[in-house]
């Protein structure tokens, strides 16, 4: 298996709604991701987990909250968002947080916050 | 800080012919160069990576990136351009445990 898997592809959210995107690798990665990406602008680093902790948290507001429970799984947990947050948020994995080795992409979540 | 730019929002090609996507990087110490492609509502795809080693640095679906260091570029290109290979491409460079990302181009190939 060499994917990242995220689920769901798209989702629809109000501003007072709790919902969680959810990310699986089973290539043994033990770094993993998120990212946030606007319409035609480069991808935004937004948490790094290294062996299931958080390393980087790059000043991201509380409604999200990130939480890895194993190697395998990330999840980033959404809470009164705002529609500014409408984005393609995207997971990724790397091997042992190694980035020189790249990282391998999921195909991302389409959030709209109405 | 680790940085690439992108000098073209977007390129141009007619089917056939040959393309470069360019990419210049400053950084301190040896660089670690990536391309993405992405296409529409999709994520990220590898295209190739330069550590070290030959400057010509081949990749999947025919591309292949040439690092100069003298220029500090790192220009991608593919002899013969596919209509399939319009998307959004994007250069990085490895930062502090992450990927810094250029600001993308966009590769329209017309039939």
């Known amino acids: 298996d060499t994917e990242v898997t995220q689920t769901p592809k798209h989702l629809v959210m109000g501003m007072t709604n709790k919902k969680s995107l959810k990310c699986e690798q089973h290539m043994g990665h033990r770094a993993m991701y998120w990212y946030k990406q606007k319409a035609k602008k480069p991808p935004e680093l937004m948490f790094v987990y290294s062996y299931e902790k958080l390393s980087i948290n790059e000043s991201v507001p509380s409604r999200f909250s990130p939480e890895c429970p194993n190697s395998s799984l990330l999840n980033l947990h959404l809470h009164a968002l705002q529609p500014e947050d409408s984005a393609l948020y995207l997971c990724?994995?790397?091997?042992?947080?190694?980035?020189?080795?790249?990282?391998?992409f999921g195909s991302g979540t389409r959030l709209t916050v109405v | 800080a680790q940085s690439v730019a992108q000098p073209e929002d977007q390129v141009n090609v007619a089917e056939g012919n040959p393309l470069t996507v360019k990419c210049t990087y400053s950084v301190s110490g040896n660089p670690y160069l990536f391309w993405y492609v992405q296409y529409p509502n999709r994520g990220l795809q590898f295209l190739l990576k330069?550590?070290?080693?030959?400057?010509l640095v081949k990749g999947s679906y025919g591309f292949e990136a040439e690092f100069n260091k003298s220029q500090t570029s790192f220009h991608l290109k593919k002899p013969s351009a596919l209509v399939s290979d319009s998307a959004l491409y994007f250069c990085a460079v490895v930062g502090f445990q992450k990927l810094v990302f250029g600001t993308g181009t966009r590769l329209l190939v017309s039939p």
């Open positions: 990724a994995s790397s091997q042992e947080n190694r980035v020189s080795y790249g990282y391998t």
């Open positions: 330069y550590i070290t080693g030959d400057n």
